[in-house]
């Protein structure tokens, strides 16, 4: 039986188109990077400025001047860059990246992201978050569908500071895959033996549902 | 701006001429292209009172977390310092002055700097709580954000390669901010693992012209080992 965030990860890899540049953001979604074979010759991008970085395989020695933005010692692919702050982040302000997966404490109707700030709590800096949802083209949310303690974390509306406003195309929870549409969240598939009640009560957010449509996950 | 055959400076020179209470960009995205050997000196000459500009606080023991530590710092500007709970607990009480920016846009008002601007007009962040806090002006119909260039007194920037002059190559990441850094601050102290002749590095392959530096200083690798180890991630 896969664990919650392996479902999630295996659902992700599939939103990776082969030949795209993809990139990873700290936590869960850098995971995704052992998803993503060498056949389908993606390049990913850590903004630290790297593009075409790929974890260490094991027994590889690590190269100190070589990391990704979470810190991890990386190895790179064939086609392979290496880049200063300024260019790494010109390539996301000019949506040169073509997917970023990230992190939510909070994702709303609207594809409202709030990932960076709980005021008075948690408050380390942005980093680059806030470029990568504003500028890439597509970005997926990967997250748990309820916080620690069973709160929705899929809300009406963000009441955390933003990363970004209307910046979501996709949420990947252990519960649901949902699109935000002009109408609001769609659900488009909906975890292995979860009913439709049950996923509504575990969400604050209004969810469409056609059942006739519903995928399984 | 030091003369070219002026340079190639020892170490405890080079950092000796940074006083109190300078503003001091700094090379280095986590530990790769972090200036160890520079701070270390910094940290052994004794100077207070400085302003630093870091993308991070590297990680509790090693580099500027160093500074901050033995209380040398006053203002942090920065973009993520999740990795040091010194930085965020001296910041929770408020003996260090933190002041946030997105990483791009750090990066680009470190570069906006560096080539001689007052600023640049921008999109980012707005509709978030950084959009009431910067100046804004309509452009062609939209909105756009000034954010004035960020400027400082000294750099210290790390570099795998150099020249006695200053030209500088840097290697895998450890680029980062440090050729930015380099064009920004008044006063550029380079370090480098090996400083060559004038004519040995090959023209097309140096990062930094050696005109944006002022001093160049030769490291042993041994010197930045405290940054080299694994990391928890």
């Given at each position: ?10 659902r992700a ?9 993809v ?10 990077s052992?998803y993503?074979?060498?056949?389908m ?8 400025g ?8 094991t027994?590889e020695?690590p190269d100190?001047d070589?990391?990704d933005?979470g ?7 064939p086609?392979?860059?290496?880049f200063d702050s300024?260019m790494?982040?010109?390539m996301i302000?000019r ?7 990230m992190?939510?404490?909070e994702v709303?109707e609207?594809?409202n ?5 709980i005021p008075g ?6 980093g680059?978050?806030?470029e990568l949802?504003?500028?890439v083209?597509?970005l ?9 303690h069973?709160n ?5 509306r963000c009441?955390l500071?933003?990363?970004?406003p209307?910046?979501?195309s996709?949420i ?11 109408e609001g ?5 909906i975890a292995e033996g979860?009913?439709v ?10 969810l469409?549902?056609?059942?006739s449509q519903?995928?399984?996950? | ?5 002026n ?7 080079a950092?000796a001429?940074?006083?109190d209470?300078?503003?001091i960009?700094?090379?280095g995205?986590g530990s790769p292209?972090?200036?160890f050997a520079l701070?270390?000196e910094?940290l052994?000459q ?10 991070d606080?590297?990680?509790p ?13 006053n203002?942090?500007i920065t973009?993520h310092?999740?990795?040091n709970?010194l ?12 002041e ?13 700097a560096?080539?001689?601007?007052y600023?640049f ?7 978030t709580e950084i959009a009431g ?6 452009c ?5 954000a000034?954010?004035p260039?960020?400027?400082?007194d ?9 020249d006695r002059?200053g ?15 380099a ?8 370090q480098?693992?090996?400083v060559?002749?004038p ?5 097309e392959?140096i990062?930094?012209p050696?005109?944006?530096?002022s001093?160049?200083v030769?490291?042993?690798?041994a ?5 080299r180890?694994h990391?928890?991630v």
């Open positions: 039986m896969p664990s919650d965030q392996e479902r999630i990860l295996v890899a599939g939103e990776v188109i082969p030949g795209q540049i990139n990873l953001g700290i936590g869960l979604p850098t995971r995704l052992h993503l074979s060498e056949e010759g993606v390049l990913v991008h850590s903004e630290n790297v593009l075409g970085c790929r974890p260490r395989t027994g020695a100190f070589m990391i933005s810190g991890a010692y990386i190895a790179t692919r086609g392979a860059s290496v300024a790494s982040f010109a302000r949506s040169r990246v073509d997917i970023t997966f992190g939510a404490f709303d609207l594809g992201l709030a990932n960076w700030k709590k948690f408050s380390p800096g942005i680059g978050a806030m949802a504003q500028k083209k597509k997926v949310i990967l997250c748990s569908h309820n916080d620690k069973g929705p974390k899929i809300l009406s009441r500071p933003l990363t970004a209307a910046c979501v996709r990947i929870t252990d519960k649901a895959v949902m699109d935000v549409t002009p969240l769609a659900v488009v598939d979860l009913g009640v049950e996923l509504r009560a575990a969400t604050e957010a209004e469409i549902i056609d059942e519903l995928g399984r996950f | 701006m030091t003369l070219l055959n340079k190639f400076q020892a170490v405890e020179e950092v001429r940074i006083p209470g300078a503003s960009m700094v090379g995205f292209g972090t200036p701070i270390d910094l052994a004794g100077q207070r009172g400085l302003t630093l500009i870091k993308n606080a590297n990680e023991g090693i580099g500027i977390s160093r500074l901050i530590e033995a209380g040398r710092v203002r942090l973009s310092i999740g990795l709970r930085a965020i607990e001296a910041m929770n009480r408020e003996e260090l002055s933190v946030m920016h997105p990483q791009g846009l750090l990066a680009e008002k470190i570069r906006s560096g080539a001689g601007h600023g007009l921008t999109d980012i962040g707005l509709g806090k910067r100046r804004e002006i309509e062609e119909d939209r909105t756009w000034i954010e260039a960020l400027y400082a000294f750099a210290l920037v790390h570099a795998e390669q150099a002059y030209n500088l190559i840097y290697r895998g990441t450890a680029s980062n901010f440090n050729p930015l850094m064009m920004a601050a008044e006063h550029v102290i380079a480098a693992y090996r060559a002749e004519g040995s590095l090959a023209l392959s990062h930094t050696c005109a944006f530096i001093q160049v030769q490291i042993t690798e010197t930045s080992e405290q940054g180890r990391h928890a």
